[in-house]
């Protein structure tokens, strides 16, 4: 055991695996039956993750998907909506907030979380609530928050059945020694800024590893995704001694023009002397490689906290914000 991890973030890192089958088994009883115009899902910070895991996952369903990060509602949730509201810790007041306005709609709601507020409100209004377990950092229970909306959607018909992919993400994951390969990428980002790119279709891979970043390793880090990047963020690495270090993330499902266009982008980089290092994607499926990517993140981030001498579950400066917002 490594002397800075107090809470035990190794373990639950080399055990995530068993998450996906353990969460997608906690939505096993629920169905909604009536009509669902859309899926919207309330959370912020790594409770939001898995709406935009959904999002990214179901991109070419005919039900569209929004994540909300905010205080307000939009105007296309109506009691149509099926929403999901999850806080891990049950107690972020924006998420409370908003469990409390879509309830006024009439939404169908189901909630997510390890315990607090929000379910003490599901209960005292009885809508359904699903309760994961305690303990965890809420970035490391992404499995937990994700695979029981993935069941229930399952069982509502608004997808096809998700068994043997859930199946394969697990037993891909289970099968996977990321920190051995994380190791070396964490070593050259130690003094740097990461910044990280992928594609569209692995943008929630790109938003996470940005994430696990800032928590876990207490670093600034930033994202974005092409072919957008393309078109603009590449104008300014023309001054060149940037303090950056870009991470591109790839696939062999990307398209062959886009791949083009990736090889142009890490030449261009190249010779501006800038440090990049590819990170290929891997897994038995699309489910698969979406959460291999990002547990291959986790770790990472995990990794470089070790090397910086940073405690991996420690939320410091986000906890003095929230205590302050408390007084």
Request: net charge neutral; with cysteine.
């Given at each position: 055991?490594?002397?800075?991890d107090?809470?035990g973030m190794?373990?639950?890192?080399?055990?995530?695996?068993s998450?996906?089958e353990k969460?997608?088994?906690?939505?096993v009883?629920?169905?909604?039956?009536?009509?669902i115009e859309n899926i919207?899902?309330v959370g912020v910070?790594a409770?939001?993750?898995p709406?935009?895991i959904l999002?990214q996952?179901?991109?070419?369903?005919?039900?569209?998907?929004?994540?909300?990060?905010?205080y307000?509602l939009?105007?296309f949730v109506?009691?149509?909506?099926l929403v999901?509201?999850i806080?891990?810790?049950?107690?972020?007041?924006?998420?409370l907030?908003?469990?409390?306005e879509?309830?006024?709609?009439g939404?169908?709601?189901i909630?997510i979380?390890?315990a607090?507020?929000?379910?003490?409100?599901?209960?005292?209004?009885?809508t359904?609530h699903?309760?994961?377990p305690?303990?965890?950092q809420g970035r490391l229970?992404y499995?937990f928050m994700?695979f029981p909306i993935?069941r229930?959607?399952e069982n509502?018909?608004?997808i096809?059945?998700?068994d043997?992919y859930v199946?394969?993400?697990?037993?891909?994951l289970?099968n996977n020694?990321f920190?051995?390969i994380?190791?070396?990428?964490?070593?050259k980002i130690?003094?740097?800024t990461?910044?990280?790119?992928?594609s569209?279709?692995?943008?929630?891979?790109?938003?996470k590893?940005k994430?696990?970043f800032n928590?876990?390793?207490e670093?600034?880090?930033?994202y974005?995704?092409f072919?957008g990047?393309?078109?603009n963020?590449?104008a300014g690495?023309a001054?060149k001694?940037?303090d950056?270090?870009?991470?591109l993330?790839?696939?062999n499902?990307?398209?062959?023009v886009l791949?083009?266009?990736?090889?142009i982008?890490?030449?261009?980089?190249?010779?501006?002397?800038?440090?990049i290092?590819?990170?290929?994607?891997?897994g038995d499926c699309?489910l698969?490689?979406i959460?291999?990517?990002m547990?291959m993140?986790d770790?990472?981030s995990?990794?470089l906290?070790?090397k910086k001498?940073?405690?991996?579950?420690?939320?410091?400066i986000?906890?003095?914000?929230?205590?302050?917002?408390?007084l």
């Amino acid at each position: 055991m490594v002397v800075f991890d107090k809470y035990g973030m190794y373990e639950t890192l080399e055990n995530l695996y068993s998450q996906v089958e353990k969460g997608y088994e906690l939505g096993v009883d629920i169905t909604v039956h009536s009509k669902i115009e859309n899926i919207v899902v309330v959370g912020v910070g790594a409770s939001a993750m898995p709406g935009y895991i959904l999002q990214q996952y179901l991109h070419d369903s005919d039900v569209p998907v929004f994540v909300i990060e905010d205080y307000s509602l939009p105007g296309f949730v109506t009691n149509n909506s099926l929403v999901f509201v999850i806080s891990y810790t049950g107690n972020s007041d924006e998420t409370l907030h908003l469990y409390k306005e879509v309830h006024k709609l009439g939404c169908q709601i189901i909630s997510i979380g390890a315990a607090g507020k929000l379910r003490e409100l599901a209960m005292y209004n009885k809508t359904k609530h699903i309760l994961i377990p305690s303990g965890m950092q809420g970035r490391l229970a992404y499995p937990f928050m994700f695979f029981p909306i993935l069941r229930i959607l399952e069982n509502s018909g608004v997808i096809n059945e998700q068994d043997k992919y859930v199946k394969k993400t697990s037993n891909f994951l289970r099968n996977n020694k990321f920190e051995e390969i994380t190791g070396d990428i964490a070593e050259k980002i130690i003094s740097k800024t990461p910044v990280i790119y992928s594609s569209t279709k692995y943008e929630v891979v790109a938003r996470k590893w940005k994430l696990n970043f800032n928590e876990t390793a207490e670093i600034p880090s930033f994202y974005n995704t092409f072919p957008g990047a393309f078109h603009n963020d590449i104008a300014g690495f023309a001054k060149k001694n940037l303090d950056f270090y870009f991470i591109l993330i790839k696939s062999n499902d990307e398209t062959p023009v886009l791949l083009k266009k990736e090889k142009i982008f890490k030449e261009l980089l190249k010779e501006l002397n800038l440090p990049i290092v590819e990170v290929g994607i891997t897994g038995d499926c699309y489910l698969a490689k979406i959460f291999s990517a990002m547990l291959m993140g986790d770790w990472m981030s995990y990794t470089l906290a070790i090397k910086k001498g940073v405690e991996p579950s420690s939320r410091r400066i986000v906890d003095e914000f929230e205590k302050r917002m408390n007084l």
